[in-house]
């Protein structure tokens, strides 16, 4: 299982949405956490990926400590 830290902006984003808002963006850290490689791989980007929710929220993160067997 992952780890997911936020950043200062990222939490300060986090609490000024609506309770609905904030619970799906919830289920949606849960769903990353589970699976991080959910998002979509950011080319030239080692680790980093973006997730986009159907709301139209884009969520950047990166993946560390992990090996890709190639």
Not at 32 to 46: A, D, F, I, M, V
Request: glycine share 6%; no cysteine.
């Amino acid at each position: 299982m992952s780890k997911i830290l936020l950043s200062t902006l990222a939490y300060s984003n986090l609490i000024s949405l609506s309770p609905r808002e904030r619970h799906y963006i919830r289920k949606v850290l849960a769903q990353l956490k589970e699976n991080p490689e959910t998002g979509l791989r950011l080319w030239g980007r080692e680790g980093l990926y973006l997730y986009e929710t159907p709301t139209d929220t884009k969520i950047v993160y990166k993946l560390t400590g992990i090996r890709f067997m190639s």
